[in-house]
């Protein structure tokens, strides 16, 4: 069991890197490393993203991957819909060149820095206060009705919230035992997740994070939260092994920074006073 589990999270891992750069058609294959930078509107924001760092841009209205598209102009008003890319934490270095895509390719996973950033916006974005309704659905027994729980599985049965925080996250494990092996549900480690969450002062869910109960740093970790408190309305999952969760609010920081970074940003008054008198005439 333990060398299937040990196989399972390194497939995760391998899909994580081609989901960001191995399943897209050639015309994307192409696109990810052109020498144009890909500008566009993000969560109501202007945004220019760099052409050697993100993966599967998406824009609002284009087919699904694989088919055919138009080739059309890109503005600050084109909606985007979907993209990734890479961060090495803590320095926050994207993949600039093929030397930096091979570092994050060889890295382990047992120690990797490297996370994986994804992005969706636009038509799929899921409303701002997403993670508050996803987690009034975390335990179903006291779960609102439009959460739609019918007959789930025995690992979905409830959580419970753990008297103890971790790294100033409120903690939340899976309550009951595993019917075939008799041992709490928490220690399975095959459909096992604790979830972590963290609160503002309002009560409103900042943070939102799944990770694996396997027993070593390499665990996958999800962690979801929204840049809507900052004026974009985006929603950024990012996946890191289990060895960087007490990291996990300088990560948030870093991204949310590195995000904020992608912002156009109106252009300053020309300093020329030629210019100034031109502009003052018009």
């Known amino acids: 069991m333990g060398i299937v589990v040990l196989l399972c999270i390194a497939a995760w891992f391998k899909l994580a890197s081609l989901w960001q750069g191995g399943f897209q058609p050639p015309e994307m294959a192409a696109a990810q490393y052109s020498s144009k930078d890909v500008v566009g509107n993000l969560g109501g924001l202007p945004v220019r993203l760099p052409h050697y760092a993100v993966h599967l841009v998406e824009y609002d209205g284009e087919p699904s991957w694989g088919k055919s598209?138009?080739?059309a102009p890109r503005t600050e008003a084109t909606g985007i819909k979907s993209f990734?890319?890479?961060?090495r934490y803590p320095d926050m270095q994207m993949i600039d060149s093929y030397a930096t895509e091979k570092e994050q390719k060889s890295q382990?996973?047992?120690?990797t820095m490297w996370l994986s950033?994804?992005?969706t916006s636009g038509e799929i974005y899921p409303k701002d206060g997403f993670l508050d309704r996803r987690f009034s659905c975390l335990v179903p027994s006291t779960a609102p009705p439009t959460c739609g729980y019918g007959n789930v599985?025995?690992?979905?049965?409830?959580y419970e919230r753990l008297p103890k925080?971790?790294?100033?996250?409120?903690v939340y494990a899976l309550k009951g035992v595993e019917p075939k092996s008799g041992l709490p549900a928490r220690e399975?480690?095959?459909?096992?997740?604790?979830?972590f969450v963290a609160k503002d002062k309002q009560g409103r869910v900042r943070t939102y994070i799944s990770c694996s109960n396997v027993g070593h740093e390499a665990a996958p970790c999800g962690h979801d939260f929204s840049m809507e408190y900052d004026g974009m309305h985006a929603l950024v999952y990012l996946k890191y092994r289990r060895g960087l969760l007490p990291h996990w609010q300088d990560i948030q920081a870093k991204v949310t920074q590195a995000m904020l970074g992608f912002?156009?940003?109106?252009?300053?008054?020309?300093?020329?006073?030629k210019d100034q008198a031109a502009s003052s005439q018009r």
């Open 108 to 111: 382990s996973i047992y120690t």
């Open 165 to 170: 925080p971790e790294h100033g996250l409120t």
């Open 84 to 87: 990734g890319f890479y961060a």
């Open 263 to 273: 912002v156009m940003q109106p252009q300053a008054a020309s300093d020329n006073p």
């Open 69 to 71: 598209k138009k080739s």
């Open 188 to 195: 399975d480690k095959t459909f096992a997740n604790d979830v």
């Open 153 to 158: 599985y025995w690992w979905r049965n409830d």
């Open 117 to 119: 950033v994804g992005v």
